[in-house]
């Protein structure tokens, strides 16, 4: 099975248990066990799914960081999780080229999003990219590791007010549009 259809059905797999709050891995052990009308979950996609559980912390972090008024909790579902998958293939998949990534988070944006989101999501991977090719000798890294300055961070911490940003957080932005 092409690694673009394994994609899809582990962005089904991440939307629902994002949907649902149900935990990603016990939603993955179900559909495993059962895939109902569906062909089972394709290798990939399950690796994506466990990518993206294991390293959520860390990719929503990364996202954050990035994004520039949209926290990773007030993106629309589809378009997190669309960006969860990207990020996990740029900064734990090896195997995956950063623009491949880029590419088939697009492709499923155009075709499952508003018309507003390729933007959102071009940028904002494009982002994480420039970020973690830039030398280190050239600021601090983004790569979406744990680091001294960030270890307090909460991914998943909501602002007192919507789309309030630090000082900080403003400085770190690269300036992409939504």
């Not at 290798?43 to 912390?57: F, L, S």
Request: with cysteine; glycine share 6%; charged share 30%.
């Amino acid at each position: 099975m092409a690694r673009s259809t394994a994609r899809k059905r582990a962005l089904n797999t991440l939307y629902e248990a994002d949907e649902k709050g149900q935990d990603i891995l016990s939603l993955l052990a179900e559909r495993i066990a059962e895939p109902g009308a569906q062909t089972p979950l394709p290798d990939y996609a399950i690796d994506i799914v466990r990518g993206v559980a294991e390293h959520r912390r860390d990719i929503d972090r990364t996202l954050n960081d990035h994004s520039t008024g949209w926290k990773v909790w007030r993106m629309p579902v589809v378009d997190r999780n669309i960006l969860r998958i990207a990020v996990w293939e740029i900064l734990f998949n090896d195997e995956v080229p950063n623009k491949v990534a880029i590419d088939e988070a697009l492709g499923l944006a155009k075709t499952l999003c508003d018309d507003d989101s390729p933007a959102f999501i071009h940028g904002l991977l494009s982002a994480v990219c420039n970020d973690i090719e830039r030398p280190v000798d050239d600021g601090p890294s983004r790569s979406g590791t744990v680091d001294a300055e960030h270890t307090d961070d909460h991914a998943d911490d909501q602002p007192s007010e919507p789309g309030a940003q630090n000082a900080d957080e403003s400085a770190e932005t690269t300036g992409e549009s939504e």
